[in-house]
């Protein structure tokens, strides 16, 4: 089994990183390339960049910004927003990126999935899902635009029609939880690792090491997605960038 990974989901938007609650209400963190530059003295695993307002734009990834953050970057760096052809991911990868990461346009144009796997390997592409949880259907709810446009498509089938295209890792985001400190939702995590044989990172409501500890243990996942845990003091307080001592994550996560 691969060695669980904390990673930082970090959202840009225009030339500023942001951090969202539920998708809306979005808070001003800083400069992109500072952050990395944090992150890599915090010994990070890998991060993530999501440029948010790309695809509800339909504009083009911002591909000199994207540039400076990987020339910053010393540790693997996945990015996602905008990217709807096979030649603006190898723009993207030409560039440093080690990753690219779809959402809407996997769900517009299933087939870019195989096509960039083709190329560059399943471990070159994450598709990301984001979900919201309806209580009187109690069923999850696919949207794409940045959580603006509810999709017709059902949860599990998605995830697996993606895996059998190619894709090498998915990205699980609880819409509900994003930028509430209140936990993962394990028992969505939980029902998709079950029905896929690879990696599952789960996203939104962490809070510590100890709810990341838990989302690993409780439902397998190879990875915890963390954003406010990452970049605030604590809930309600200012910015800051901090991350898990690595001593701290080996205890919590892999030490038996």
């Not at 990987?70 to 603006?88: R, T, V």
């Not at 592409?125 to 446009?149: P, T």
Request: net charge positive.
């Amino acid at each position: 089994m691969l060695r669980s990974r904390i990673i930082p989901i970090l959202l840009l938007r225009d030339k500023s990183l942001v951090k969202t609650v539920k998708f809306n209400k979005f808070s001003y963190i800083g400069d992109p390339c500072n952050t990395v530059r944090i992150f890599n003295e915090l010994e990070v695993d890998e991060i993530s960049i999501l440029d948010i307002d790309a695809t509800l734009h339909n504009r083009d990834p911002k591909y000199d910004l994207i540039g400076d953050i990987a020339s910053e970057a010393f540790m693997p760096l996945s990015y996602g927003g905008g990217i709807n052809s096979l030649d603006k991911a190898k723009k993207i990868f030409d560039l440093g990126v080690e990753k690219v990461i779809l959402n809407s346009a996997a769900i517009n144009n299933p087939e870019l999935i195989s096509k960039i796997v083709g190329i560059y390997g399943s471990q070159a592409v994450v598709v990301s899902i984001d979900v919201k949880l309806s209580y009187l259907r109690n069923k999850y709810s696919i949207f794409s635009h940045s959580g603006k446009r509810r999709t017709k498509l059902d949860l599990l089938s998605w995830v697996q029609r993606c895996e059998s295209l190619g894709a090498g890792e998915i990205l699980l985001n609880s819409i509900d939880r994003d930028g509430t400190w209140e936990g993962y939702d394990l028992d969505l995590f939980n029902i998709i690792q079950k029905q896929i044989n690879i990696p599952l990172i789960g996203c939104g409501g962490a809070k510590d090491i100890d709810n990341v500890a838990k989302l690993i243990k409780e439902t397998r996942c190879s990875g915890a997605g963390v954003g406010s845990m990452v970049v605030f003091q604590k809930k309600d307080k200012g910015v800051l960038i901090n991350f898990p001592n690595p001593k701290i994550i080996d205890k919590k996560l892999h030490l038996k």
